[in-house]
């Protein structure tokens, strides 16, 4: 055998001896729990150990029981990292490895995580924990509350947001509690509906689940848009003729969607005249929103207590406004103020407001009269 054929045997021997070492590797890692259930140790006895999943190669799986006699003592709940047998960065995964983001971590008083990295479960219960070692991913089947409820069904790839029925923030329509009144809300141009069927499918999902036997993130509570559950075909249907603009506003209470069609320059007047300004965050609408209420002979009142004015203006800066516009435009989609005026009954905005300094904490009673437009103002004892 020549040199030229002795290096090359040589290298198919060093290649062969790199896979099967790499497989003996794989095949003889073994995966433990380390928790705070046992102190966070890493027991090599197997008294912790992931136990492999047949039929899925590289991946592990352990069930524990959570409860009340081994919850952490110093930070209380539960933790846990999976681990190779160190507590060495290489070694162990935690949050960074969690398939569900973002991971529940706890916080104290002052927003300051704890927990190390670890998972946080806050909850007692029995938890089924799936490994998957080929991508260092971590499964468990506790059930998560996202933190803002989501729509999500068949329109994704229609709207080039990834696949159909995905429930990934980036993918799904989130929606936002933008006045702190409950009614979570968002706008979103949804394609034209070119299929056959009624729509759409779309359903408003709060929480999720993975499920350890078919290996997949399930919806958990769901509802349909007239606020009845959602789930195992029932779902609501959108079918818009052209491209559309949508606002969907969910209720958390009652867990009804009200679906309202925007156009841009549409303008929507407000169920009643209200009073807002730079004192409750300019909100036209939701709890911070003064709305005035009809008293008879076109006359609107309300009462409102205002802290004493210490900026350096001229004083708390308000308005009456009667109506909203919808705008789509560089700087998105929303709606603004559009009738409204300053007390003296002129019209207002582009920097044209009235002022109000009180030197204490003041009660005034508003009222405004819906044709003269003007608002007068007196304090009440």
Not at 328 to 343: H, L, N, P, T, V
């Amino acid at each position: 055998m020549n040199n030229s054929k002795l290096r090359i045997f040589a290298i198919v021997v060093m290649v062969c001896f790199f896979l099967l070492s790499s497989s003996l590797v794989l095949a003889t890692t073994t995966y433990y729990l380390g928790t705070s259930a046992n102190g966070y140790q890493i027991p090599r006895d197997g008294g912790l150990r992931l136990e492999p999943i047949p039929g899925r190669e590289g991946w592990f799986s352990i069930t524990i029981d959570f409860n009340e006699e081994n919850r952490d003592p110093l930070y209380d709940g539960h933790w846990y990292k999976v681990t190779s047998g160190t507590w060495n960065p290489d070694g162990c995964w935690g949050i960074e490895s969690y398939a569900f983001q973002p991971a529940p971590v706890k916080k104290l008083a002052d927003g300051t995580p704890v927990g190390l990295g670890s998972i946080y479960i806050e909850e007692d219960c029995e938890l089924t924990i799936i490994f998957d070692s080929n991508t260092k991913t971590i499964y468990d089947d506790y059930l998560h509350k996202f933190p803002d409820p989501k729509i999500y069904g068949n329109f994704n790839e229609a709207m080039e947001r990834g696949s159909n029925w995905s429930m990934k923030d980036d993918e799904a329509l989130v929606l936002k509690d933008q006045n702190g009144d409950g009614i979570y809300s968002g706008f979103f141009e949804i394609p034209a509906f070119e299929g056959d069927d009624h729509g759409y499918m779309m359903a408003v999902v709060l929480s999720t689940q993975f499920n350890t036997q078919y290996f997949f993130f399930a919806a958990v509570e769901q509802y349909k848009f007239d606020g009845t559950p959602a789930g195992m075909g029932q779902v609501s249907y959108l079918r818009p003729d052209e491209d559309t603009i949508y606002e969907f506003r969910f209720d958390s209470n009652t867990k009804v969607t009200e679906v309202i069609e925007c156009k841009p320059g549409q303008v929507v007047e407000l169920p009643t005249p209200v009073i807002y300004g730079d004192f409750n965050g300019w909100n036209i609408e939701g709890p911070k929103a003064v709305l005035l209420e009809h008293k008879g002979d076109g006359l609107y009142t309300a009462t409102l207590t205002l802290p004493a004015y210490d900026g350096e203006g001229q004083g708390y800066m308000m308005l009456v406004c009667l109506s909203k516009k919808f705008y789509s435009d560089q700087w998105g989609m929303r709606w603004g103020a559009e009738e409204q005026y300053k007390f003296d009954g002129s019209h207002a905005g582009m920097g044209q407001v009235s002022y109000l300094k009180p030197p204490v904490e003041t009660t005034y009673r508003f009222t405004f009269d819906i044709v003269s437009k003007e608002t007068v103002f007196e304090v009440v004892d």
